[in-house]
């Protein structure tokens, strides 16, 4: 149990045109989804925290309207990036933390999306 | 301001050794979960702590929550290869806030 789907696993654009990333938790519901950005051998840096039915938080410095994220159901998250420039490259992971059954701050990563902007 | 500090940052070890990665905060947490990622893929959850002082087994794996819930350990038995990976730990104060990640710890194990 506890699984989080990500689509697509790797993406290769344009600079200049926008992506699309897709968050699924398959065998659980999902209030909040995490979207994260992690660059060679560091840590996790969150960008956001995607909330079903209402508007995402965003950490600072992360342009809301670069990346938009919307959270339409208990089980799917999606973050576009919009107008994708080369420094947007990066390793994307969403997460998604279970909406019961679970005391603590448990989340469970999707296997990340790598995006490379040419 | 790092909240979670992972030591050390990189280490290399020969299968069969122990080993011990620490966590550290200033800051009190509910809960503390423990996370293994290899290249390319999403972290593992391996164990979430929340009660000070708490020890988990997890195989080879032992994991200790601080008596102050302020830090914890990850102590590895007789390291393999496939314990190969990015060790991250992540707290959260309350049960429905955010997580804050540490560095992170790269292990290798040499065959």
């Known amino acids: 149990g506890a699984v989080v789907s990500q689509h697509p696993s790797r993406v290769i654009c344009k600079s200049g045109t926008s992506v699309k990333i897709e968050c699924r938790s398959l065998?659980?519901?999902?209030?909040?989804m995490f979207w994260y950005r992690q660059f060679p051998k560091q840590s996790l840096m969150l960008m956001a925290t995607?909330?079903?039915?209402?508007?995402?938080?965003?950490e600072q410095g992360v342009e809301k309207d670069k990346f938009l994220i919307n959270h339409a159901s208990l089980t799917l998250s999606t973050l576009t990036v919009t107008s994708a420039h080369p420094e947007d490259s990066s390793f994307y992971i969403c997460?998604?933390?279970?909406?019961?059954?679970?005391?603590?701050?448990?989340?469970?990563f999707g296997p990340g999306t790598r995006l490379t902007v040419l | 301001t790092q909240l979670l500090e992972q030591s050390p940052q990189f280490l290399s070890i020969q299968e069969g050794e122990n080993l011990t990665v620490y966590c550290n905060s200033s800051?009190?947490?509910?809960?503390l979960q423990w996370y293994r990622q290899e290249p390319g893929e999403g972290p593992v959850l391996l164990v979430t702590?929340?009660?000070?002082?708490e020890v988990k087994k997890l195989k080879r794996l032992t994991f200790q929550f601080g008596d102050a819930r302020k830090d914890s350990s990850l102590h590895i038995t007789a390291a393999q290869p496939g314990d190969t990976g990015l060790y991250l730990c992540?707290?959260?104060?309350?049960?429905?806030?955010?997580?804050?990640f540490g560095d992170g710890t790269t292990l290798t194990v040499k065959p």
């Open positions: 800051s009190v947490f509910s809960s």
């Open positions: 065998d659980f519901q999902a209030t909040t």
């Open positions: 992540a707290g959260a104060k309350t049960n429905a806030g955010k997580s804050t």
């Open positions: 702590v929340v009660t000070g002082g």
């Open positions: 995607s909330n079903e039915g209402s508007k995402a938080t965003y």
């Open positions: 997460s998604a933390r279970p909406s019961s059954g679970r005391a603590y701050n448990e989340q469970f």
